[in-house]
T-cell receptor, first 108, second 114 residues
Framework: DAKTTQPTSMDCAEGRAANLPCNHSTISGNEYVYWYRQIHSQGPQYIIHGLKNNETNEMASLIITEDRKSSTLILPHATLRDTAVYYCIVRVSSKSTFGDGTTLTVKP | ETGVTQSPTHLIKTRGQQVTLRCSSQSGHNTVSWYQQALGQGPQFIFQYYREEENGRGNFPPRFSGLQFPNYSSELNVNALELDDSALYLC?????????????FGPGTRLTVT
């Protein structure tokens, strides 16, 4: 599985869009980009995934660059409850280890 | 639809003891993965079970073992506990038949080894 690089931490104002970047320059053609988040002391929660095209669901949008070497998770209107650690994972199966993720703090 | 459940919630064991953690997968899911999460780190993949067979293993010693049952529930067993085994143990279920691999995690079991 390809390695990912994420910023250690980010802040976002409540009600604004949170844009979380992820670099995965060694991604292979059949690897998907997955995003999960983990709110303190809970199990990780699946957010969204994509292969090539941009994806949107009720939680977030995923923008993948054309060369697939990076992606951005967008939370369109961040709330205090979105404060969590966000993990970007690149893989073809469900067997990979998570990195240390980005700690997103949403501030009032 | 029932989500992923794990038991017990918390557990305290002594170094050298053995422990069994349990996981019930989400309805319709045939694959269970186990992860270890130390404080301040991301989840580390231990192993995965698919149709009662081990289907991949991370960098963990043989004293970490598992089982999957016909109803797709699973157990994680750890023998000869060490202090470094203190962590949150997470179970995640997924369905290989869906063609993608989004996983649904349980709340975890917090294991403390003294």
């Amino acid at each position: 599985d390809a390695k990912t690089t994420q910023p250690t931490s980010m802040d976002c104002a409540e009600g604004r869009a949170a844009n979380l970047p992820c670099n995965h320059s060694t991604i292979s053609g059949n690897e998907y980009v997955y995003w999960y988040r983990q709110i303190h002391s809970q199990g990780p929660q699946y957010i969204i995934h994509g292969l090539k095209n941009n994806e949107t669901n009720e939680m977030a949008s995923l923008i993948i660059t054309e060369d697939r070497k990076s992606s951005t998770l967008i939370l369109p209107h961040a709330t205090l409850r979105d404060t969590a650690v966000y993990y970007c994972i690149v893989r073809v199966s469900s067997k990979s280890t998570f990195g240390d993720g980005t700690t997103l703090t949403v501030k009032p | 639809e029932t989500g992923v459940t794990q038991s017990p919630t918390h557990l305290i064991k002594t170094r050298g003891q053995q422990v069994t953690l349990r996981c019930s997968s989400q309805s319709g899911h045939n694959t269970v993965s186990w992860y270890q999460q130390a404080l301040g780190q991301g989840p580390q993949f231990i192993f995965q079970y698919y149709r009662e067979e081990e289907n991949g293993r991370g960098n963990f010693p043989p004293r970490f073992s598992g089982l999957q049952f016909p109803n797709y529930s699973s157990e994680l067993n750890v023998n000869a506990l060490e202090l470094d085994d203190s962590a949150l143990y997470l179970c995640a279920s997924s369905s290989r038949t869906s063609g993608s691999y989004e996983q649904y995690f349980g709340p975890g079991t917090r294991l403390t080894v003294t």
